[in-house]
């Protein structure tokens, strides 16, 4: 164990020198936003043509639902154009989140883990500022309990009920990134 | 018999009248309507564009259309007109003359008489064949119109516009413009001028987003353009570039190799000439003087210095035989010893000589014991050193001296150049067979020759030799210099060398050039080999170089500096009497000048305006940095050096007019080359050319009639002249047409075929 987190430590103080001399962006999904889902994603260039991006999202209540969740987004980037954060790109996404929602007199608690491919476009608006479209479909693999609202007589049980695969857009958004460096 | 002439009378004056009714209506041109039918349509629609030649007679319609469908050559003389497309034509043309028409897809030409009819109707049978309308598209591949550079001097100047067509340009997209000269007629590539790039918005934005990208280490982007490349129509890029260090008499041209690029491929590429090999040469007719300023070669005289001279020579004094006493029956012995004694005296009496060192050797001859020869030796060389060393001002410690006994292999080698070959024989022969010195005189004494031949020889070798050295310190005089180079073959070879105030002396006297520059160069490269050129030499050298047409500017480039001002001097330490002396002078007037000369001989023109500001503002200098700021080009862009050089002389203010190569300009060189006053000869060929260059722009179409007829300077010029036919080949001031079109007027002058009075319209 101690060896492990040795090395993941080791691997970050490389990272961190490598990342000097790299490209970094942080932006926020606006379509979250709207949702009042609170994201921020950080974008990392890491090659020619690749990046590395990462989200982060967590919300208490959308619209006075009780929906609560807090889920994180890292993504491999590969830009089809020549060059990074310009232009279209292919990437490849996983999904970890856990969340308690309230839907359709519909209890979801549970956590969910699921990976997918991402379809995006960025549109360079100036040298700092871009501004990216994206979508992604992926398989998300979920653990959840699952009851009704309505169900008074028998108290939620704390043992998960419901699991499964389901296909699903994941990821639909744009976003206004400002590149730092 | 009276009826019978007055009918012949009658019968020629009808024919005559005949005659000359055609002749005389002929010439009268009346409007003919022609109506061109087309046979198989039935219809006047014609589909391609026709030309309707016409002539005065139909034999000679005849035979321009039986010229015609041989060769495909259309007439030179017969006018011309092109049909409309609804196939009616209204020309002027002599009732009883004849008419040719000619066409793309007519198998012949077709030729008639129109025998007095105000309207024909023609119908074309070759005109058939319709097409049916074909739309073809094609992206256009349009490449620069190849742009003459313009030559000042030794540099090339050019400049084109490149369109960048919005089907290949892209936001994310740069375009690479790399310039390459090359040398015309060897095809050698000269240089490869810097790149001319031009990034899209997206593509520049984007460079930055790179990994690890450091924009200091990409070589492209001080080449960058300040404008992006745009998709839109009629974007253009602006090439202006110069190359120096050409040379002069060969041509050069620029081909431009260019390519797009986006992120991560090349995705077109392609090439064109950018600048043809004949280029402009605007100023090759300018009148200007470059002289360079005399020298003053006081201010590099170099001091005389102390130099030693050796003085070989022998006393040949004859000693009583077996004492060291002179022979006083030999009156000679006492002259030489005199001789040397009063040449030493003189030296050391002198106030500015020493004897630095006096070698004497004495020597006595090899008969009888060797041991009493040894010391006889001794003492006669002692004898002459004692002589030598009583004269006044003498210092023993600077004497060397030694003696020795001559040996028998001496005698042998005299007898045997006395031809007594026989008797020298024996001698060597005793030499060999004994090595004892008594042995081989008691042998010799023995022979038969010895008291004859040998001891004629003996008092030869009883001598003292001597050699010394002396130092003078006094300048020889410039003529001493002077006859030393003249006589003295060791310094007209190079095997002794003056020194360099010698060479200062000698470049005030000798007056041929040759002589001068070895000299000169002698000079240089003994300073040079001292480690502090000497300017005087160097100067006498560029001013030779320059007498025969050569230069080379490294000579007086350590003399000159741009960070001092003209006639810069640089003192050295105080002396006792107060002065302090000159030790070197940069920037020099006459240096500077000399040098300026090579850089226009060279036709370096732009280092040689440079120059102009080392040198003393005074009116002429001033005028030479105006001429050569007008060679490098600065005409274009500044008024007052381009009136400043037009006011100097009629002809420089045409050239100058007409070098820049504009409709008002033109004009006015065109007024000054045709003003009489003041150019009272209109046929000299350089009037001509420069006629022939302004009145050339201005055509809109040239072809050899035009340049036979019309516009003839340039043929009255290379008639004159045949150098300017050879000139005006690579001359970019006249079209690629234009000077076709001049090479087919100049082979039909050459060939007899250009007589113009014979044209007859």
Redesign the interface.
Known sequence: MKRSLFLVIAMLCLGTTAVQ???LAVKTDVLMDALMVPNLNAEL????RSSINASAFCSKKIYNKDIRMVGLMPEYRFWM???????EFIGLAVMGVRYNLTWDKKIYNGNAIGAGVTFGYSF?L??HWDLECYGSVGAVYYDQKYDRVDNKEEKLSNRHNSYGYSVIPFKLGISFSY?IK | MMRKKIVWLLLLLFVGMDVCQGQIFGSADKVVTIKLLNKDEGNTLLLEPLNVFVFNTPSQAYEAAHLYDKTGETPRFAKNHAVSQDGVCALAAPLDGGIMITGLSMEKAYYGRINGQMELTVSLPGMGRTLRQVDVTAKAKLRPRPKPGKRFGNKLKFENDFQILPQYAKANARLVLVPIVVECQEGDTVAVQHPWVVDGTLFEMTQKRRMGYDESHDPLIAYRVDKNMETRQGMSVHIEDSLTNLVAGKSYRCDIKYWYEDYGRVYFRDSFNCVPCESRNPLRFLEYKVDSKEINPEDYRKLPRPELHSQPGSLSLTFVVGKAVLDPADSTNFTQLNDLKSELSAILNSTDGTVQQFDILGQSSPDGRYAVNERLGYDRMMFAFNEIASIPGMDRRNMTKESRVADWEQVADSLFADSLKECAEQVRAIIRSTSNKDAQFLRIAKLPCYEKEIKKILPRLRTVYYQYQYEINRAFSPIEVLERWQTDKDFRSGKREFALYEFGYLFDQVKDPKELEILARRAYRVSKNMGNPWPLAAYHLAQCYLKRDTCDTTLLSPFIRFDRIPNFKRYGAQRPDGTRPVEQIINDEAIVSTQIVMMVKMGNFEEGYGLTGLLPKTEESEKLRKFLDCLNGGYEDSEQIRNYVASTSPMNCAVIYSAMNNRMFDEMAMEVLDDTMLFPNQNDPKILYLKAIVSGRSLDFVDEYVLSEDNTYLLECCKQDEKYYRMARNDGDFTEDYRKAFEKVWKMYKNGELNLNDIKF
């Not at chain 1, 260039?45 to 020619?48: C, K, L, M």
């Not at chain 1, 154009?81 to 232009?87: A, E, V, W």
């Open positions: 001399a790299q490209l260039v890491v090659g020619e154009s020549g060059r990074p954060m310009s232009r360079n100036s040298s590149i």
